[in-house]
């Protein structure tokens, strides 16, 4: 019997937990010719969400823990999870079910057809603003036409990966992380599922705005140097037009004999300057902040428990 590992990582989801727990239960009852186990990566929970998945854990023994020593985020939980995931595949699910967990049998079916990367593409974005779903639009535009590699747009982590995914996604340790981009990275057979995406069942999201700006720019720095060639591109274009400006300020002067005030050209010309050079600067203080990061080599979690059925080999056990 093959297994299947549901990776799901959590944040102050006391809520929803039951009404989750009660849907996988009803989904892998269905499908009963699979081993499901469920590995929930507690990041830091501070409104009773741990109490409340000790709870389930004595009603269900396919409940895993892995409890994190502090709120790491989102991309770290999963990398946590990554670390801690068994089976022959895993399913990465956002606890909120606005991901219709009802989709996994679905993903099976493509995963035994021999796909190894089975995502689920959002049709319609139900209970989100206008100004996100615009701001998420055109970030996607964004990223596509930067980005070195295809990521596709209004995809989240909502998907079944083969456990050779897994194990290439444990290869990658760096700190500042994107993982829908690295989901595209490591290539590896892809299938693509549409849904209509549903509005939380409890709770509140946790993501705001700022944390949705830092999640853009971990994806564009990331994966593509284009805002570094765009700002040579723009410092370059502004050098080429101050001198063509001074040129015909030269004209005119001495040439033409024309009386022209320089004040204007010149403090024009000199924002101008001032201002590519500020974005330029801050260009590269992003991508050489990142590197200051990674070069500390830093564990990316501390595990301060964990409560498994099943033990992974002894590469599991490594945090960080």
């Known amino acids: 019997m093959k297994q299947i590992c549901i990776l799901i990582p959590t944040y102050n989801e ?11 239960q009803r989904i892998s009852n269905q499908l009963a010719n699979y081993d499901f186990s469920f590995l929930l990566i507690n990041d830091g929970s501070t409104d009773g969400t741990l109490e409340t998945i000790n709870s389930l854990r004595q009603q269900d023994s ?98 079944l990966l083969d456990y050779k995914c897994i194990e290439a996604l444990r290869t990658m340790r760096e700190s500042q992380r994107y993982t829908k981009g690295l989901f595209s990275f490591i290539g590896f057979r892809k299938k693509e599922i549409l849904f209509e995406r549903e509005s939380r069942v409890a709770g ?18 990331s994966f593509s140097i284009a805002p570094l060639r765009l700002a040579t591109i723009l410092g370059f274009s502004i050098l080429t037009l101050g001198m063509v400006l001074l040129l015909v300020f030269l004209l005119k002067e001495f040439v033409f004999e024309m009386n022209v005030s320089g004040i204007t050209g010149i403090v024009s010309v000199m924002m101008l300057l001032s201002g590519i050079q500020l974005l330029s600067i801050g260009l590269l203080g992003e991508y050489i902040g990142r590197m200051f990061i990674e070069t500390k080599n830093r564990p990316l979690y501390f595990v301060s428990s964990e409560h498994r059925g099943i033990v992974r080999p002894e590469k599991s056990k490594r945090i960080g």
Do not use: C
């Open 62 to 159: 396919r409940i895993e823990l892995v409890n994190l020593s502090r709120n790491y985020g989102k991309e770290i939980a999963m990398m946590a999870g990554f670390d801690y995931a068994h089976g022959d595949a895993v399913i990465i699910l956002d606890a909120d079910l606005q991901d219709p967990p009802e989709l996994i049998s679905q993903m099976l079916e493509y995963w035994e057809d021999g796909y190894e990367d089975v995502y689920a593409k959002r049709s319609s974005r139900e209970g989100e603003t206008w100004l996100k779903k615009w701001t998420s639009k055109k970030y996607y535009k964004v990223l596509q036409k930067m980005a070195t590699i295809d990521i596709p747009k209004d995809t989240g982590d909502f998907r």
């Open 14 to 24: 006391k809520e929803v937990l039951p009404y989750l727990y009660e849907r996988l």
């Open 204 to 221: 509140t999201t946790k993501w705001n705005y700022r944390k949705l700006v830092g999640l853009a720019a971990d994806g564009i720095t």
